[in-house]
């Protein structure tokens, strides 16, 4: 029988802040209909073997992915690179230096809650967190709506993890140049993550847009989990003019906190082409060709 092709190119699992296992999230992800697939965690890719292993197991087209905190005029965005080699000693050590800062950090937001009255809050993130080297504000998140400070993920980040709020700590993440050049370098794709998702006028999106193909950047998510629906032609007229490739995926976490599951999103906007034509030979088969 022939599969209808179904890309999902970003999603998490332990290894950052998701909440089930690469071999969940695979078996999630085949069930749903996916038949070509990611694990994009944050600034981490030591859950990469094992869901190469669970993708070939539940017959899914398998590509290398991370998704790089980089940080650009005074913002933090996300880069996420697709189909790397994973063995790259350059890429694995610029993510282990992000790494070593989360830690640091979440101690600082622990302190600055505890000033806001929020008591024990790096304790209870740490209980969430699935890899100690990675703690983030969703580890927080997550605390905090258990000791009931706020009814859900969302309304922690409005009232205590965003910018100008009392647990947000500015942070010095990967230069742009540096988190493309990582990935390049180890034969993989920079792809710019959700970018409806900041919070930029029309000219600093350019501005940005053309330093990260300077870089040597070369495809933008169009179809996330991350943009709304509305959000999907404006991108995909983007990637057109600007000569970008197109990428998607669902962004998910988590069953319960996640509006989009895996395999949930709608077909891309035709006439564009797909980050996997320009992977096509670092895309691991499921089955022999
Ligand atoms: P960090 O890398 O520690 O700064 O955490 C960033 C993560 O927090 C993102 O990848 C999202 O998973 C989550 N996040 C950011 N903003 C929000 C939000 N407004 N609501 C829910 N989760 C969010
Ligand atoms: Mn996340
Ligand atoms: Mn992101
Ligand atoms: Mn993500």
């Known amino acids: 029988m022939h599969t209808p092709f179904h890309a999902d190119l970003h999603c998490h699992s332990t290894f950052s802040d998701g909440t089930l296992s690469p071999a969940a999230l ?13 694990l994009t965690d944050h600034d981490a890719i030591d859950g990469v073997p094992q869901a190469q292993a669970a993708a070939r197991a539940a017959g899914m087209d398998f590509l290398t992915g991370v998704e790089i905190s980089v940080s650009y005029a005074s913002t933090t965005v996300h880069i996420v690179g697709l189909g790397f080699d994973a063995s790259n000693a350059a890429l694995q050590q610029g993510l282990q230096s992000l790494r070593n800062n989360r830690g640091p950090r979440a101690q600082e937001m622990g302190r600055q809650l505890a000033a806001a009255g929020i008591a024990h809050a790096y304790e209870g993130a740490l209980q969430y967190v699935g890899n100690p080297a990675l703690i983030s504000r969703t580890h927080f998140a997550r605390y905090l709506v258990e000791a009931g400070i706020c009814k859900d993920t969302h309304e922690v980040f409005r009232h205590y993890l965003v910018e100008g709020k009392p647990g947000y700590i500015t942070q010095r993440w990967a230069t742009l140049q540096e988190a493309v050049g990582w990935i390049t370098a180890a034969h993989g794709v920079a792809v710019i993550a959700h970018p409806a998702c900041y919070d930029w006028n029309a000219m600093q999106e350019y501005a940005f847009f053309s330093s990260f193909q300077a870089c040597g950047g070369q495809a933008i998510e169009v179809v996330t989990g991350s943009h709304a629906s509305h959000e999907f032609a404006h991108y995909a007229d983007l990637a057109r003019t600007l000569g970008f490739a197109i990428s998607r995926g669902s962004d998910f976490h988590c069953p319960q906190e996640s509006k989009i599951d895996l395999g ?26």
């Not at 695979?26 to 990611?38: D, I, K």
């Not at 077909?267 to 088969?285: C, F, H, M, Q, S």
């Open 26 to 38: 695979a078996q999630r992800a085949a069930q749903r209909g996916v038949t070509l697939w990611a």
């Open 264 to 289: 949930g999103l709608p077909p891309d906007p035709r006439g564009l082409t797909g980050v996997w034509e320009l992977l096509a030979d670092r895309i691991v088969p499921a089955h022999p060709r």
